[in-house]
């Protein structure tokens, strides 16, 4: 089994990152002819004999404490409509120059009051919404 030159071997893994297709690409089989010579794969090449806990690699990595599973979030509860909902939604439908999005948006929230799905964090959304646009 051939000896590896470390040096040659680094300056073949450096030359991997030049511009010139040509160059990395015999930088490539010349790396590849280093270790092929040396009666080497690169998975014994690159894989050393223990890692720093002393195991060995082939054993199993010991698997950590199970940890439970996160619990979902609870489903948001839908709040009773009021009539300042609609008409919020209503007026800021109304407004000239409305981005696409938060139009289509409002529409969802429309949908989302008539159905009784609109819940507490809707409305918060909704009503701070209604003042950024209201100071432009």
Do not use: C
């Amino acid at each position: 089994m051939a000896d590896l030159d470390r040096n040659r071997i680094l300056a073949g893994l450096e030359a991997l990152g030049e511009e010139d297709d040509v160059t990395v690409l015999e930088a490539a089989r010349d790396l590849h002819a280093q270790v092929s010579d040396a009666g080497l794969s690169w998975q014994e090449l690159l894989r050393p004999e223990q890692v720093e806990n002393g195991a060995d690699l082939d054993e199993p990595a010991p698997q950590p404490a199970a940890q439970p599973a996160p619990q979902p979030a609870p489903e948001p509860t839908p709040v009773p409509a009021d009539g300042d909902d609609l008409a919020m939604v209503e007026a800021l439908l109304r407004r000239p120059n409305l981005y696409a999005g938060t139009r289509d948006e409002l529409e969802d929230y429309k949908q989302d009051i008539e159905s009784g799905d609109f819940t507490a964090d809707d409305r918060k959304y909704l009503r701070a919404l209604a003042a950024r646009l209201a100071r432009r």
